[in-house]
């Protein structure tokens, strides 16, 4: 049972005092990373900077000055369900915990091996196999988590929910990712359109990420300040009064509810101007409303409606609670105001008290139960925020916490992601605005449903060993963009810039020389232009992309981010901490929950990918061919 708040209050108090902070304090323009050495626009004018620089992390460096993160009260509105959940009805009775694969920092943690590995997981390697967990630093960096162990130095959390799996990383003062773990979520599609995810699977997951890390990096562990928690956005969890899941989680790339979308337009004059978007499929409110006519005995026993990481929320803390940044992506909130939308929720068919309390980001929403902070080995009463969307994570993660500045996501779905100072709802295009999880900021969102999603597909198809392995031998084989075939990535529909659930994927351009590796390559080539599709959505609404950086384990490949370059013809930053971004994110909107910076680290870029100039030519070509398939469906 939940520990009685009073009693998590004194253990955090205690905490507090056994774990000064050590939060730097750094010039916010000099932390901006438009200053970055080797920034394509460093040097111009610093008017958007000045407009643009995130009060929160401003106030919290401020308070950094004092010398230690504050501790903050979890919110009083969140609510506990009757007991903690602890087992999904659908599941066996047995703990489906995938074993997460743990990389630490090779010398942070004394007597333990690096890289402990889980089985794989459907044939396929589970997590970001291969990412150095010290992202290359290792030798400067030597012993370092030995010394925080030592010195009880103050570490971060972020626990990343993706749709393809839970990434896990502890990440020190400086921003430095220590450790990190991995687990893998299977994903079901019984039907034409579903697609679905077991709640249970996700708290199995992310268990598991934890338990890597404990037994990997267990100094570390005890010395986490905070948690973050980022998710994958859009899915709609129906719990019960005891936090008992009623049915599989409908996920954002689900495309049964296009009926809907219609009836939750109409329940507001200016729905668009409202909440963000035109209502789409894949949303939440028009999922609900599906649930409402189909399911209606699921949706009226719901007690709770969550979002997947809020999920996660519930099983650490017992509280019920949601950010501002991932709600907003409901389409049941007044955006602006920051407050669910009676006349939406209504429309929907849902009652008020079934949707959580909405907290900020950085805000503690409640703290760890003392039987998992005891298993993991973290900090009694480790509190944790209210986190934030996987898109809205990955931003705050690559730096993005200013107007102009963008993400490009190659998850299992690929996004474009730009952060803005003005709220600019999106009326068309399969664009979509909501709340970023830095107060004071939106951010305009392109989605394509299927990037990681279409290369998964086609490994499978050709039947390779794993994704990674097929890419690296798309990569070494050195294939002309002129010699592949066109593919459309349309395996889910399309979101941006079409909103159509029924567009299907095609190949054209099929020869007697096509290999197996020419198919891998043109599904690469053809994410990058549906994304090149989403660049020119967002840049017919007179957007100003001041700098964009890659995030997502597809951001692994130097080829995959070449083509995503050249197609979107930018210059792209990609850090050592891409593929973990998300999780990084979190982690960092953890450290400024508890009075730390947001970003500690002026700039994690490591290279600049460059448009390549033939690459780009070549993929222009391709375009008009790319367009008629749209003609196929
Ligand atoms: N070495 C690699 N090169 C390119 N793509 C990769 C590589 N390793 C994994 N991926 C892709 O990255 C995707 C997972 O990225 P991730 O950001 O973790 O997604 P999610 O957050 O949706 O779980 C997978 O779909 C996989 O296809
Ligand atoms: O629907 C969206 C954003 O609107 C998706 O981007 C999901 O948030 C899934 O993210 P990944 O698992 O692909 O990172």
New binding site residues.
């Given amino acids: 049972m939940p520990l009685p708040r009073g009693a998590d209050l004194r253990r955090r108090a205690a905490l507090s005092r056994h774990h000064p902070g050590t939060g730097r304090v750094r010039d916010s323009l000099c932390a901006h990373p438009r200053h970055a050495r080797g920034h394509p626009q460093r040097g111009r004018s610093q008017r958007a900077l000045a407009a643009g620089a995130p009060r929160p992390a401003r106030g919290r460096r401020r308070r950094g000055v004092a010398g230690a993160w504050r501790r903050r009260r979890p919110a009083r509105s969140v609510h506990r369900p009757a007991r903690p959940p602890h087992r999904s009805p659908h599941q066996p009775p047995r703990d489906r915990a995938a074993p997460g694969r743990v990389a630490t920092d090779p010398d942070g943690d004394p007597g333990l091996g690096r890289g402990a590995q889980g089985p794989r997981h459907r044939g396929r390697a589970a997590g970001p196999a291969g990412l150095r967990a010290d992202h290359g630093r290792g030798r400067r960096r030597r012993g370092a988590g030995a010394r925080q162990g030592r010195r009880g130095m103050t570490l971060a959390l972020g626990i990343?929910l993706?749709?393809?799996?839970v990434?896990s990383v502890l990440v020190d003062e400086r921003d430095h990712v220590v450790a990190e773990a991995a687990a893998p979520i299977p994903m079901s599609r019984p039907r034409p359109l579903w697609c679905e995810q077991e709640p249970q699977d996700w708290w199995s997951a992310t268990a598991a990420t934890l338990d890597a890390l404990h037994a990997a990096a267990p100094r570390a562990m005890a010395g986490v300040g905070a948690i973050g928690l980022s998710g994958?956005m859009l899915g709609v969890t129906c719990l019960d009064a005891a936090g008992q899941p009623l049915r599989p989680a409908i996920l954002w790339n689900d495309g049964r509810a296009e009926a809907e979308c219609a009836a939750v337009e109409a329940a507001a004059p200016d729905f668009a101007g409202l909440v963000g978007c035109r209502a789409m499929v894949g949303f939440p409110a028009p999922k609900l409303l599906w649930l409402a006519r189909h399911e209606p005995a699921a949706l009226d026993q719901s007690r709770h409606i969550l979002l997947p990481k809020d999920y996660l929320r519930l099983r650490l803390t017992g509280e019920v609670a949601s950010d501002l940044a991932d709600a907003s992506a409901t389409l049941l909130m007044d955006t602006r105001a920051g407050t669910w939308s009676a006349d939406l929720l209504a429309a929907c068919g849902l009652r008020p008290e079934q949707m959580p309390a909405l907290l900020a980001s950085h805000a503690i929403s409640g703290v760890v139960l003392p039987e998992l902070a005891a298993r993991w080995g973290l900090p009694p009463g480790t509190p944790v925020v209210g986190g934030a969307g996987?898109n809205m994570c990955g931003g705050v993660g690559a730096g993005i916490v200013a107007a102009g500045l963008a993400s490009i996501s190659?998850?299992?779905?690929g996004v474009y992601f730009l952060a803005n100072d003005a709220f600019l709802p999106a009326r068309g295009g399969g664009m979509h605005t909501h709340r970023h999880a830095v107060e004071g900021l939106f951010a305009q969102n392109g989605c394509i449903l299927s990037a990681?999603?279409a290369?998964?597909w086609v490994a499978q198809l050709v039947g390779a060993e794993d994704?990674?392995r097929l890419?690296a031998q798309v990569e070494a084989a050195g294939l002309p963009v002129t010699e592949t075939p066109v593919f459309t990535p349309y395996l889910a529909g399309e979101r941006t810039p079409h909103d159509d659930a029924g567009l299907t994927g095609a190949f054209s351009g099929l020869t007697a020389r096509t290999t197996r590796l020419h198919l891998a390559q043109a599904v690469l080539e053809g994410v990058a232009l549906a994304l090149a599709d989403c660049h020119a959505a967002l840049a017919s609404t007179g957007a100003a992309i001041h700098r964009a950086s890659l995030v997502?384990?597809?951001a692994?490949?130097r080829l995959?981010s070449t083509l995503v370059a050249s197609a979107v013809n930018m210059p792209l930053g990609r850090s050592n901490t891409a593929?973990v971004g998300?999780a990084l994110g979190a982690a960092r909107l953890a450290r400024l929950g508890v009075g730390g910076p947001l970003l500690a680290e002026a700039d994690h870029t490591e290279d600049w990918i460059l448009p390549d100039g033939g690459i780009a030519e070549a993929l222009a070509a391709k375009r008009a061919r790319f367009a008629r398939h749209l003609a196929l469906r």
């Fill in positions: 990343d993706g749709t393809s799996g990434k994958q996987d190659l998850g299992t779905s990681g999603a290369l998964e994704a990674g890419v997502g384990g597809g692994k490949s995959w593929a998300p």
